[in-house]
C-alpha cells in the first residue's frame, strides 16, 4: 500500500475515538457545554443506551446564529483565547474538539437560540457533512440531539456494551455531574422514563439523597475542610456503612469527576482503625484547589488530572475525611460522663450472679433460629472468618466488622471497659454497649417468648388497663403473650426470653407506666418496648465483668451496626487516637 494522505473524515473519525468513546462521553460533553453556558436546567434523555439517540437541552445562553457551523468545526471554542488560559482553565469545556467529534460519527441536529437574538437556528450535520440549516422559533438555550452514534464507524459499533450497561453509565455521570452542580436542575430520562432527578436547590446533600437514598444519606458524615488554598467538603460514609469495592468512592476536583486512584487511596487511608483492608467507604468529595494548581489538560477525556503538588492535595483530602470521621466518633463517643472511680474490692475474686445470665446472653444460643438458618444458607462471600466463635449460629456468615478489632484491657468503676485497637485507646459504656448489641440482635432474630410456668396475672389501674389493651398486639409482637383478664387483670403466659429478671406482672407494670409517661406514637410503640426490654436486659453500671465476658461483649459491638451510639442515641464509647494520646502527653 503506498502512502496517503488520510481524507479528512477519516481523520476526523480517528480524533473522534478519543474523545468519543461510547455513549457516556457524548451525554459527558454535551452536559459540559450546557454547564458552560450557564444553563440552570439540563434535559437528557436517552433511548437504547444512547445508541439510538441522545438529546440535551438546556436554557443557557444559546450560540449566535452565525457560528453555530463554526461550533461544530475542529479547535472551535469560545472558551480558550491563547495558551496563558490554558493555565488557568475555569471552564469545563476548551478543547474545541467535542462537537466536531460527535458530529463525525453520527447524526446531530442543534437548535439554538441566543439570549440576545429574536430567531433560533437550526443546523443538522450527518457524519460532519452539513445536511441543512434554518431559521427557527426556539426559546433562548440549545438542544442537541445525537442519533444512530457510531453508524458510519463500524468498528466502534461492534465493540459497544449492552445497552443496560450504556445505560448505567449514563445514569452515573448524570448523577456525578448533578452532585458538583447542585444550583442546576437535572432531569435524565431512559427511554420516556424518568430515573433521576435533582431539584436545582444548591444543596449538595440534596442531590446525594436523590442519587443515593436517604438510608445511605444518613450513615454519611459531612466534610469541610479548608487548608492552605485547598477545600475539601462533601461527604463520607460512617464505619458503619462499607462496601467491599472502591466503586462508591466519588471524587470532584474544581468540579470535573474524576478518577484519582491517589486521592481515593488517601481517602481510604483516613479510615485507618476505622475500616479493615478490604473494606471501603461510600463517598462523594469535592476538592477544590486553585485552577493554577492543577493540570486538566492530561487526557481528552479529562478523568484524570495532574495536581502541581501531589503530596499537598493527598494530605488536605486525608486530613479532611480523617478530621470528620474522628470528630464524628467523638461527637458519639463524648456522650457519657465517668462514674466514680470506686473499685469493688471483689474485682477478680468474686463471681456475681449475673454472670450466667451475661453467658447467655452474650456467647453462643442453643439452636439457631431461622433467621440463623437462612444466614447459614447465604454464600460466605465478602465476610471474613476469623473470629469463628463470635455468636451467630455455628458456621453463620459474620456480619461485617464496623470496628476495628479491640483488645479488652481491663475494666473500669466496674462500669467501663477499657480496650486498645490499631488506632489507639477505646473506653467502653458496658451498659450502653450492651444495649446495643441485645437491640440489634432482637430486631435481626425477632422476639422470642419464654413460656412462664406459673401463669402470672397483673393488676393495673382502670386508664392503665385501657393503654395496655390498647397496646397488646404491640406486647405480644415484642415476646409476651398478655390476654384481658376480668376487669383490669390481665393474665401473662410468655415473656421475652431475654428478660432477666422472674417478676413479669412487676415488668409489665413498668412498661404501661412508662408507655404513659412517653406516649410514644402508635407506630413507634413496638421499637419503645424493645428499647425498654433492652434496657432492662443489658449489663448494668456497676457491674463487675470478667475478662471473658468484656471480651465477648466487645466482639459483638465490633459487628453491630451502630457501634457507636445506644438504641437510645447515647454513646457506647469514647476513642482517643494514638495521635491524640501523643499529644496530651507532649510527644
Ligand atoms: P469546547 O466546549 O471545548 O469549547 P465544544 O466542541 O464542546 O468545545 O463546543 C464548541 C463551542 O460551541 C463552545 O466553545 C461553545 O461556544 C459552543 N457550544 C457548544 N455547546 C453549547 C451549548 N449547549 N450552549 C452554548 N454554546 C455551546
Ligand atoms: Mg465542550
Known amino acids: 500500500m503506498g502512502i496517503e494522505v488520510l481524507p479528512d473524515h477519516v481523520v476526523a473519525q480517528i480524533a473522534a475515538g478519543e474523545v468519543v468513546e461510547r455513549p457516556a462521553s457524548v451525554v459527558k460533553e454535551l452536559i459540559e457545554n450546557a454547564i458552560d453556558a450557564g444553563a440552570t436546567t439540563i434535559h437528557v434523555s436517552v433511548n437504547e443506551g444512547g445508541q439510538r439517540l441522545i438529546r440535551v437541552s438546556d436554557d443557557g445562553d444559546g450560540i449566535h446564529s452565525q457560528e453555530v457551523e463554526l461550533a461544530f468545526s475542529r479547535h472551535a471554542t ?82 459497544l456494551k449492552k445497552v443496560t450497561t450504556e445505560r448505567k453509565q449514563i445514569t452515573a455521570l448524570v448523577t456525578h455531574l448533578a452532585m458538583a452542580y447542585p444550583h442546576i436542575r437535572f432531569i435524565l430520562e431512559h427511554d420516556g422514563r424518568e430515573v433521576f432527578r435533582a431539584s436545582g436547590s444548591g444543596q449538595l446533600a440534596d442531590v446525594v439523597v436523590k442519587a443515593m437514598g436517604l438510608d445511605v444519606f444518613k450513615s454519611l458524615i459531612e466534610v469541610y475542610s479548608e487548608h492552605s488554598g485547598i477545600t475539601v467538603h462533601g461527604y463520607t460514609s460512617q464505619p458503619s456503612l462499607v462496601r467491599s469495592d472502591r466503586g462508591r468512592i466519588t471524587l470532584f476536583v474544581n468540579g470535573r469527576a474524576v478518577q484519582d486512584s491517589h486521592l481515593t487511596y488517601a481517602i481510604t487511608q483516613a479510615y485507618q482503625g476505622f475500616l479493615e483492608t478490604s473494606q471501603y467507604p ?24 495532574r495536581f502541581r503538588d ?45 454472670t450466667r445470665q451475661m453467658g447467655m446472653a452474650l456467647d453462643t444460643e442453643s439452636s439457631p433460629t431461622a433467621y440463623e438458618r437462612g444466614a447459614l444458607a447465604q454464600p460466605h462471600s465478602n465476610h471474613e472468618r476469623e473470629d469463628e466463635s463470635i455468636p451467630y449460629g455455628p458456621g453463620a456468615p459474620l456480619k461485617p466488622r464496623t470496628l476495628p478489632v479491640l483488645r479488652v484491657v481491663g475494666q473500669v468503676g466496674a462500669s467501663y471497659i477499657v480496650a486498645e485497637g490499631p488506632a489507639g485507646l477505646y473506653l467502653i459504656d458496658q451498659h450502653a454497649a450492651h444495649q446495643r448489641v441485645l437491640y440489634e440482635q432482637f430486631l ?48 401473662v403466659r410468655a415473656a421475652p426470653a431475654l428478660l432477666p429478671t422472674p417478676d413479669v406482672a412487676q415488668i409489665i407494670t413498668e412498661l404501661v407506666d412508662e408507655l404513659a409517661q412517653k406516649r410514644p406514637a402508635k407506630g413507634d410503640v413496638e421499637e419503645f418496648l424493645i428499647r425498654q426490654i433492652v434496657r432492662r436486659s443489658a449489663v448494668k453500671v456497676g457491674q463487675i465483668l470478667n475478662h471473658e465476658e468484656m471480651q465477648g461483649l466487645v466482639r459483638q459491638l465490633e459487628r453491630s451496626q451502630n457501634p457507636l451510639t445506644s438504641p437510645e442515641g447515647r454513646s457506647t464509647l469514647l476513642h482517643m487516637s494514638g495521635d491524640q494520646l501523643a499529644r496530651e502527653f507532649g510527644r
Open 444 to 491: 435481626e432474630r425477632g422476639e422470642r417468648p419464654k413460656p412462664i410456668n406459673d401463669v402470672v396475672t397483673v393488676e393495673l389501674s382502670a386508664t392503665r388497663a385501657r393503654l395496655l389493651e390498647t397496646h397488646l398486639q404491640e406486647f405480644m409482637a415484642v415476646g409476651f403473650s398478655v390476654e384481658p383478664f376480668g376487669p383490669h387483670t390481665f393474665v
Open 282 to 305: 461510600v463517598a462523594v468529595l469535592m476538592v477544590h484547589v486553585p485552577p493554577e494548581e492543577v493540570d486538566v489538560n492530561v487526557h481528552p477525556t479529562k478523568a484524570e488530572v
Open 310 to 354: 501531589n503530596n499537598q492535595v493527598f494530605t488536605a483530602v486525608q486530613r479532611a475525611v480523617r478530621e470528620a470521621l474522628v470528630e464524628d466518633a467523638n461527637r458519639r463517643g463524648t456522650g457519657g460522663h465517668f462514674a466514680p472511680l470506686d473499685y469493688p474490692r471483689t474485682a477478680g475474686l468474686y463471681e456475681p450472679p449475673w
Open 78 to 159: 469560545s472558551k480558550l483565547r491563547s495558551h496563558d488560559d490554558l493555565q488557568r482553565i475555569a471552564t469545563l469545556g476548551f478543547r474545541g474538539e467535542a462537537l466536531f467529534s460527535i458530529a463525525s460519527v453520527s447524526r446531530v441536529t442543534v437548535t439554538t437560540r441566543h439570549r440576545d437574538e429574536q430567531t433560533g437556528t437550526r443546523l443538522r450535520l450527518e457524519g460532519s457533512a452539513l445536511a441543512g440549516k434554518q431559521a427557527i422559533g426556539a426559546p433562548s438555550g440549545t438542544i442537541i440531539t445525537v442519533e444512530n452514534l457510531f453508524y458510519n464507524v463500524p468498528a466502534r459499533l461492534k465493540f
